[in-house]
């Protein structure tokens, strides 16, 4: 009787789609060249970001939709789990582990641009509430 090895077929790793623009790789590799500790700080901003530009959002619509009593946290959490999120996608796209070579990819130009556009909302928003007194 033959033995049969019981291992699963492996799904095939998807390849790294590589920034082609030489101007964006150029501006890809100047993230990835920036000192550790940098992009650590770049990677919490985004994030904070994301929290404060969701919350007044989610806010709305749990208000309008799905007040109870008993759940006042949950639009709390919601807001903080998109910056956990995104906290998490920038330190492996950008930050990675010690001595950890992270090749240039395009995913990396999205989260600069997602988290660029996080913070100049959370600043319009900011502006906005200055102006009317509410900040």
Same mark, same amino acid.
């Given at each position: 009787?033959?033995?049969?090895?019981?291992?699963?077929?492996?799904?095939?790793?998807?390849?790294?789609?590589? +920034?082609? %623009?030489?101007?964006?790789?150029?501006?890809?590799?100047?993230?990835?060249?920036?000192?550790?500790?940098?992009?650590?700080?770049?990677?919490?901003?985004?994030?904070?970001?994301?929290?404060?530009?969701?919350?007044?959002?989610? %806010?709305?619509? #749990?208000?309008? #939709?799905? #007040?109870?009593?008993?759940?006042?946290?949950?639009?709390?959490?919601?807001?903080?789990?998109?910056?956990?999120?995104?906290?998490?996608?920038?330190?492996?796209?950008?930050?990675?582990?010690?001595?950890?070579?992270?090749?240039?990819?395009?995913?990396?130009?999205?989260?600069?641009?997602?988290?660029?556009?996080? +913070?100049?909302?959370? !600043?319009?928003? !900011?502006?906005?509430?200055?102006?009317?007194?509410?900040?």
């Amino acid at each position: 009787m033959s033995r049969r090895s019981h291992t699963r077929p492996t799904a095939p790793e998807r390849p790294v789609q590589p +920034v082609r %623009d030489p101007a964006l790789l150029r501006l890809v590799r100047s993230i990835l060249g920036l000192p550790r500790l940098a992009r650590v700080i770049m990677v919490a901003v985004f994030a904070l970001a994301v929290t404060f530009a969701l919350s007044p959002m989610v %806010d709305v619509v #749990y208000l309008h #939709y799905f #007040y109870d009593d008993s759940t006042v946290i949950i639009p709390s959490l919601i807001s903080a789990g998109a910056g956990l999120l995104m906290y998490m996608l920038g330190w492996v796209l950008i930050v990675g582990t010690v001595d950890e070579e992270i090749p240039a990819r395009l995913a990396i130009l999205w989260y600069g641009g997602l988290g660029s556009l996080a +913070v100049i909302l959370v !600043l319009i928003m !900011l502006m906005i509430g200055w102006v009317n007194g509410n900040a």
